[in-house]
């Protein structure tokens, strides 16, 4: 089967897609001034328009990957999280604390899902 991708980079593509599966790129915020609840929103954002573009969305998420900067963070985020999230809909995921590539990121997010 083909691998489609969208988006690519020197470095990556925000959106391979293989055999109706959506892999995103780690996913973080643009606007590094905000504080965690800010970062989550936008990143969530970035989620949202990118499975879109790839015939996709947030029921349809198997999987996601939570990397945060502090676990102090854990609340805030999980605010943004739960209100984002589908009820019925709610992915597997993972969350843990990590050295990030750019100390100003306060939350990166990685997503796999399911084409509609």
């Given at each position: 089967m083909e691998i489609q991708r969208l988006h690519v980079g020197k470095r990556l593509s925000e959106i391979a897609i293989h055999n109706g599966t959506v892999y995103l790129a780690?996913?973080?915020a643009e606007d590094t001034a905000?504080?965690?609840v800010g970062q989550t929103r936008e990143v969530l954002g970035?989620?949202?328009r990118?499975?879109?573009e790839a015939g996709s969305g947030?029921?349809?998420i198997l999987s996601c990957q939570i990397y945060i900067a502090d676990m102090a963070y854990f609340p805030?985020?999980?605010?943004v999280w739960d209100g984002w999230v589908v009820p019925?809909?709610?992915p597997p995921r993972a969350t843990v604390e990590a050295k990030l590539a750019n100390p100003a990121c306060l939350v990166e997010i990685v997503v796999v899902a399911a084409q509609a």
């Open positions: 780690g996913q973080i905000q504080d965690i970035h989620v949202d990118l499975l879109a947030k029921t349809r805030g985020m999980n605010s019925g809909h709610t």
